[in-house]
């Protein structure tokens, strides 16, 4: 069964450093998600994209974190720099895609950042 | 924007009872209705999804139901089991896989 890849699963970075995760969703899946789940709470969408395009960063830091799709597949999600706060989980997620009738996410593994 | 609340934060339940899970909802505009099971140090994983144009959707031992005046929605566990023990998460959509809001989750605890 295809999974959402992610990578690395673990990091662990100072403060005012910078981090990058990685994100390869499901092979033909329109729809990618960036999540941050604080331990506890529920997942905090950052960001969506619909093939390369961003359709909404509404919440998303935009003066430390930046997120690409560059080719409509895999996708990068970058912090810097790196504040203690934004020790989390940060989860990628995708699905077919509106035009597909089929809306389910699929979550990645995850990776676990704890900023020191 | 839109606001999920979640209700109770913790549930524990004898084995075999039934568990209920409410959520309500802020943005008259959302659509579809899913919810995730979360193990604890994995993924969440979706155990059932509604969409507005249905009141009532079931898979086995799982139900959900969707009150689009009152802007709430349940997830109803039948007959429950230790391994349904985990955190659950509600969440509501607009436009159909746009602008996922999560709600703050519930903690289920089957007691054998």
């Known amino acids: 069964e295809a999974e959402v890849a992610q990578s690395p699963r673990y990091k662990i970075t100072e403060k005012s450093q910078a981090v990058a995760f990685w994100c390869d969703p499901i092979?033909?899946?329109?729809?990618l998600y960036w999540y941050r789940q604080i331990l506890g709470q529920g997942p905090e969408l950052l960001v969506q994209?619909?093939?390369?395009?961003?359709?909404?960063d509404s919440q998303l830091p935009k003066d430390r974190f930046s997120a690409e799709r560059l080719k409509g597949v895999d996708s990068t999600l970058k912090i810097q720099p790196a504040e203690l706060g934004d020790s989390a989980m940060y989860l990628c997620?995708?699905?077919?895609?509106?035009?597909?009738?089929?809306?389910?996410?699929?979550f990645g593994p995850g990776t676990r950042l704890t900023v020191t | 924007g839109e606001n999920v609340e979640q209700h109770p934060s913790t549930l524990s339940v004898q084995e075999g009872d039934s568990a209920v899970i409410k959520c309500t909802y802020s943005?008259?505009?959302?659509?579809?209705f899913p919810w995730y099971k979360q193990e604890l140090g994995k993924r969440p994983q979706l155990i059932i999804d509604?969409?507005?144009?249905?009141g009532e959707k079931k898979d086995q031992r799982i139900a959900v139901t969707l009150n689009k005046t009152a802007k709430h929605f349940s997830l109803h566990i039948t007959e429950t089991q230790p391994e349904d023990s985990a955190v659950y998460f509600c969440?509501?959509?607009?436009?159909?896989?746009?602008?996922?809001?999560f709600g703050p989750g519930t903690r289920l605890s089957v007691l054998p």
């Open positions: 997620a995708s699905s077919q895609g509106k035009q597909s009738g089929i809306y389910e996410q699929y």
């Open positions: 092979s033909g899946h329109a729809t």
């Open positions: 994209f619909q093939d390369e395009s961003v359709v909404d």
């Open positions: 943005d008259s505009a959302s659509n579809y």
């Open positions: 509604i969409r507005s144009n249905v």
């Open positions: 969440a509501a959509s607009n436009n159909y896989g746009q602008n996922f809001v």
